[in-house]
Each structure stands twice: as C-alpha cells, then as structure tokens.
C-alpha cells in the first residue's frame, strides 16, 4: 500500500501563489507517476497535472499550463504543485493520486489518493 498526504493548501488573493506538497509512505517503488486533481463544488474531479518519478517527464492540464509545475523530490518522496497566477476558478479541492503505470494522462486507474487540500482563491 501507498498512502499519499497532502499539504499547503489555504486562501489566496488572485494573482498570488501556493506551493502544495504531496508526501508519500508505504511501498514508493510500486509507484512510478504521481498526479494532482482538483474538484470545484458541483463540479466533476478533474485532471491538473502528472509527472513521473523515474525520469521526470510532466504532462498538465490546458488551463494550467504556464501557470502550474509539478516537481519532484526522489529523496523526500514528495512531489509539489507550485501555482502561479492563481484565479478565483482554481479554487477547488486538490488531491494527489499515484499509480504503477508509465503513463502520465490522467485518464485510467489511479490506485492511491490522498485526502486532499482545499485551495480557496478570492477575487
């Protein structure tokens, strides 16, 4: 089992910054790509971001794009979601999810989750 927890989540003034970390335990070698979801009220959970712990490659989500940067730390087995230039419409729940497969879409099964942090943005 993996079990991830996540971290760093708060309110924002739009255009500010947040830095949310992804801390994971367990057995870390059975996962290779770590993800970032985020689910608004009455809204469908949706796809942020995704990187690979072997080699570091990154895939994200259009409206993140030039905003977001999933990083990762191998040593800590942490990954981060630094967010830039927030707006009011990132505000949401973000989680953090993990899976053994090498691909980085955020389609598919995704075998852990985390809690999840709420991220609150003000216009």
């Known amino acids: 089992q993996v079990q991830l927890v996540e971290s760093g989540g708060g309110l924002v003034q739009g255009g500010g910054s947040l830095r949310l970390s992804c801390a994971a335990s367990?057995?870390?070698?059975?996962?290779?790509?770590v993800g970032w979801f985020r689910q608004a009220p009455g809204k469908v959970r949706e796809f942020v971001a995704a990187i690979r712990w072997s080699d570091g490659s990154s895939n994200y989500e259009d409206s993140v794009k030039g905003r977001f940067t999933i990083a990762r730390d191998n040593a800590k087995n942490t990954v981060y979601l630094l967010m830039n230039s927030l707006k009011p419409e990132d505000t949401a729940v973000y989680y953090c999810?993990?899976?053994?497969?090498?691909?980085?879409?955020?389609?598919?099964?995704?075998?852990?989750w985390g809690q999840g942090t709420q991220v609150t943005v003000s216009s």
């Open positions: 367990g057995r870390t070698r059975s996962i290779d790509v």
């Open positions: 999810a993990a899976r053994p497969t090498y691909s980085l879409s955020g389609s598919g099964l995704w075998h852990y």
